[in-house]
């Protein structure tokens, strides 16, 4: 079956750094795009970044410069290291997989910027 761990998470003051992983099992990774996203209290999950199986990634325009995600199709891993963190990226962030006509979730990780 389908597993999304996300680790990394805790509390970084304005303008820390942290390293976000989405260890994964269950499906064939190299032939799956891998994505992060955030859910802030009261507002909607929200696309942050994918790494596409094709090699190409994208991320959302307000973390441009600060955010990049990448994968290690040999240990069926994604990350998303972050940089310059501000208080609105505080956030539970969850891995995810569209495989095989389904979404999959991990349990998120609390990423928390404040002073």
């Known amino acids: 079956q389908v597993q999304l761990v996300e680790s990394g998470g805790g509390l970084v003051q304005p303008g820390g750094s942290l390293r976000l992983s989405c260890a994964t099992s269950?499906?064939?990774?190299?032939?799956?795009?891998i994505s992060w996203y955030h859910q802030a209290p009261g507002k909607q999950r929200e696309l942050v970044a994918l790494a596409s199986h094709t090699g190409g990634t994208y991320v959302k325009d307000s973390v441009k410069g600060r955010f990049t995600i990448s994968r290690d199709n040999a240990k069926n891993t994604v990350n998303l290291q972050m940089n310059s963190l501000k208080p609105e990226d505080t956030a539970m962030y969850y891995c995810?997989?569209?495989?095989?006509?389904?979404?999959?979730w991990g349990q998120g990780t609390q990423v928390t910027v404040s002073s």
């Open positions: 995810n997989v569209f495989h095989e006509g389904s979404n999959y």
């Open positions: 269950g499906f064939t990774f190299s032939a799956n795009s």
